[in-house]
C-alpha cells in the first residue's frame, strides 16, 4: 500500500517562503517519478515539479527559479523549497508519484500567500 502524506502549508506572506514535504510510505528511489501539483480555486490542477528517478528535475515556467524539488531517501520524503512566493501561487499543493504505472496522491495542502 503506497500512502503520500503532504505537510508545510499555511499562510505566508508575498516574498515570503515555505518547505512542503511529502512523506512516503516506500523508499522514493522505487517511483519513477515525483512530482508536485497545484489546483487554485476554479483552475484546472496544474504540474509544478517533477524529480525523476535518475535525479534530473522539471519545473514549470511560473516557478523555475524560486521553487526546488528534492527528495530525501532516508526519510523517505520529497520536498519542495518555495521562496518568493507570490498571491499566485496560492493554491492546495498535492504530492503525486507513479508506481509500476500507477499514479498515487496525497490528500494535499494548502499554500495562502497574502498580506
Known amino acids: 500500500q503506497v500512502q503520500l502524506v503532504e505537510s508545510g502549508g499555511g499562510l505566508v506572506q508575498p516574498g515570503g517562503s515555505l518547505r512542503l514535504s511529502c512523506a512516503a510510505s516506500?523508499?522514493?528511489?522505487?517511483?519513477?517519478?515525483m512530482s508536485w501539483y497545484r489546483q487554485a480555486p476554479g483552475k484546472q490542477r496544474e504540474l509544478v515539479a517533477t524529480?525523476?528517478?535518475?535525479?534530473?528535475?522539471n519545473y514549470a515556467d511560473s516557478v523555475k527559479g524560486r521553487f526546488t524539488i528534492v527528495s530525501d531517501n532516508a526519510k523517505p520524503t520529497v520536498y519542495l523549497q518555495m521562496n518568493s512566493l507570490k498571491p499566485e501561487d496560492t493554491a492546495v499543493y498535492y504530492c503525486?508519484?507513479?508506481?509500476?504505472?500507477?499514479?498515487?496522491w496525497g490528500q494535499g495542502t494548502q499554500v495562502t500567500v497574502s498580506a
Open positions: 516506500q523508499r522514493i528511489s522505487s517511483f519513477t517519478y
Open positions: 524529480l525523476w528517478g535518475g535525479g534530473s528535475r
Open positions: 503525486n508519484g507513479r508506481k509500476l504505472g500507477t499514479d498515487y
